[in-house]
């Protein structure tokens, strides 16, 4: 009997034994395998944030050697051709003592004699660019085409790419003339409105939708002028800026209190009797398609908003432009010398008269008689 409780014993022993065996391997194989598994964890998060972190020095790396690679459209990394023309002055009097050239946020005002055509011709021929103009001719105001497309040829962007864009009610009526090289007409089709004011005022709206849909793809900068002018001078890129205004030829030389800016608190247009640098002409501004869309749509914005509420502006989209350059001040100041009226006179500072009125029975040509 005690022989075999001995041999029991020491069989329950071997089984214990070989059971402790067992569980103690399966303990460090468990144990392996999940810190396999989570140095495995480990090992891919770090590889990922590896990766991301070679993507962000990538995507670093691509931003850095575009801003250096060689871009023919940008407006700082320009190279000019050999050109002969006498040195600038850096002391000694200015071009010009009888106007302010510079306004007090460094915006240049320009006149005769403060530029070098030749210079900036060939800074703007070696970013290619394009410059787009636009005019409406709605109703019977497509009369005044014939004249301004000619002197148009003859005068604006000389040597440049341009783009020609009227808009008009009248798609038959404007005339199909030959162009010089680089120089394409666009007819834009467009509806015309009741009152003269209505299309006045619709302008802002135009100019901005095409801008987003058809200019933004054919042209760099977008000069907006009246149709019922000529040009008698050079304008060329001499104008072209981020955004520019011109100053109107009744109120160059007035004083603030005389601007005929929109005076009633109650309207978007408001201006308060103590603010304002000029009065700009509602008939030629521009600027880089971003920043005449930006334009156009504030001001045409603000009209809707006007509309809404019963208020029509003393000077419609005029109004609205000058609403915007006292908050939203032009990198760039036409003189009178692009916008002027023969009717106002030859003043000694005018050295030339690049874009004049055409005379005309402003009754006659506003009035809803289509003959």
């Not at 209505?198 to 100019?207: A, G, L, T």
């Not at 109650?266 to 030629?284: K, M, N, Q, R, T």
Request: glycine share 4%; with cysteine.
């Amino acid at each position: 009997m005690a022989r075999e409780w001995g041999l029991s014993f020491r069989t329950f022993g071997f089984l214990v034994l070989v059971a402790f065996i067992m569980v103690f391997t399966f303990g460090l194989l468990w144990r392996n395998s999940h810190r396999f598994q989570w140095v495995s964890s480990v090992n891919i998060l770090c590889r990922n944030l590896q990766l991301q972190n070679d993507d962000e020095d990538i995507q670093k790396d691509i931003k850095i050697q575009r801003l250096f690679d060689e871009d023919p459209s940008s407006e700082v990394n320009v190279k000019f051709p050999r050109i002969i023309y006498p040195k600038p002055l850096a002391v000694g009097p200015p071009s010009r003592t009888d106007v302010i050239v510079m306004t007090p946020w460094f915006a240049p005002i320009i006149w005769e004699s403060t530029f070098s055509i030749n210079i900036l011709n060939e800074y703007f021929k070696e970013r290619n660019i394009i410059i787009g103009l636009t005019a409406f001719a709605i109703k019977k105001y497509v009369v005044f085409t014939d004249k301004f497309l000619k002197t148009a040829e003859e005068y604006f962007m000389v040597g440049h790419k341009v783009n020609y864009y009227i808009f008009t009610d009248r798609p038959k009526d404007v005339p199909n003339l030959p162009l010089k090289e680089g120089r394409k007409l666009h007819i834009i089709e467009v509806r015309n409105y009741a009152q003269w004011q209505e299309v006045s005022m619709r302008r802002m709206e135009m100019i901005n939708n095409y801008t987003k849909t058809k200019f933004i793809k054919e042209a760099d900068y977008l000069v907006c002028v009246d149709i019922d002018m000529q040009f008698s001078d050079h304008v060329g890129v001499e104008i072209l800026s981020d955004v520019f205004g011109t100053l109107h030829p009744a109120f160059f030389g007035a004083s603030r209190d005389s601007f005929t800016y929109e005076r009633r608190s109650e309207s978007l247009a408001y201006i308060p009797p103590d603010e304002g640098d000029f009065y700009y002409a509602g008939g030629f501004f521009g600027g880089t398609l971003q920043e005449v869309y930006r334009l156009t749509k504030a001001c045409h914005e603000a009209m809707m908003e006007d509309k809404k509420n019963g208020i029509e502006a003393v000077w419609h989209d005029e109004s609205y432009l000058n609403k915007y350059f006292v908050y939203h001040k032009p990198t760039k100041i036409l003189s009178p010398e692009y916008l002027w009226d023969n009717g106002m006179g030859s003043p000694p500072i005018l050295k030339k008269k690049r874009f004049l009125a055409v005379p005309k029975n402003h009754a006659a040509i506003r009035s809803n008689n289509r003959k």
